[in-house]
């Protein structure tokens, strides 16, 4: 079985600071990671994905995320936040040769950016 | 978004009533899906198409019923819905690949009312 957390409802941050979006993830094989946003009546937008080889991967708009698998987590992260960086954000997973290509979904994490 | 399209955008129906939604990708791709978004809840994964054929249907009542036409294209049929199955209809798309490291392309997705 696979799995996805998100620990945090929401996250707070003020514009210009670094901002972090935890996930964590459990799967019985090998996982490719993703991460979307979703903003206010809109569908999920693609942000990035771990599949293999480096372990900070970077994506659109200036996001980054970086796969530990000793802690099994894949923290989305951006050095300096934007207002219009808040949004809905959701980080999934997908155990392919468990789940073919069926991906979970965590719970998702609100980001609040305040100027 | 304009990869995946959705229509209509807001539905209102009564219970006795019956619609339907319609997806559309433009992206050549041969899996397409259907994820239902409700408040407060992880991201529910309905169906699973997978060129053409349905390969997941995961515990959905009969009162939704799926059609995929083609690769380009589905449906999802609704008849005497509950008030509990409000929610954003969610249609994605991907190109499944044999190392499972496919992207799914979400729709702006439908947002339901059921009264």
């Known amino acids: 079985a696979q799995s996805v957390a998100q620990p945090e409802d929401q996250v707070n941050v003020a514009e210009g600071n670094p901002l972090t979006v935890k996930c964590t993830y459990s799967v019985s094989g090998n996982p490719y990671l993703f991460w979307y946003v979703q903003y206010p009546n809109r569908g999920l937008q693609f942000l990035l994905k771990?599949?293999?080889?480096?372990?900070l991967v970077k994506g659109s708009y200036g996001f980054e995320a970086e796969f530990n698998k000793s802690q099994t987590s894949f923290h989305l992260k951006k050095p300096s936040a934007l207002v219009s960086d808040s949004a809905l954000y959701f980080c999934a997973v997908r155990d392919y040769y468990n789940a073919g290509n069926m991906l979970t979904f965590g719970g998702g994490t609100r980001l609040m950016v305040k100027p | 978004e304009t990869g995946v399209t959705q229509t209509p955008r807001h539905l209102v129906m009564g219970m006795t009533n019956k619609k339907s939604l319609k997806c559309e990708q433009h992206l050549g791709h041969n899996a397409m899906y259907w994820y239902k978004q409700s408040a407060k809840k992880p991201l529910e994964l309905m169906f699973v198409?997978?060129?053409?054929?349905?390969?997941e249907n995961n515990s959905v009542p009969s009162r939704f019923s799926p059609e995929c036409p083609n690769s380009s294209h589905l449906f999802l049929h609704l008849h005497t819905l509950q008030p509990e199955d409000s929610a954003l209809y969610l249609c994605?798309?991907?190109?499944?690949?044999?190392?499972?490291?496919?992207?799914?392309?979400f729709g702006p997705g439908t947002r339901l009312l059921v009264l």
């Open positions: 198409y997978n060129f053409k054929e349905q390969t």
């Open positions: 994605a798309s991907s190109q499944v690949q044999r190392t499972g490291e496919e992207t799914q392309y």
């Open positions: 771990y599949i293999t080889g480096d372990n």
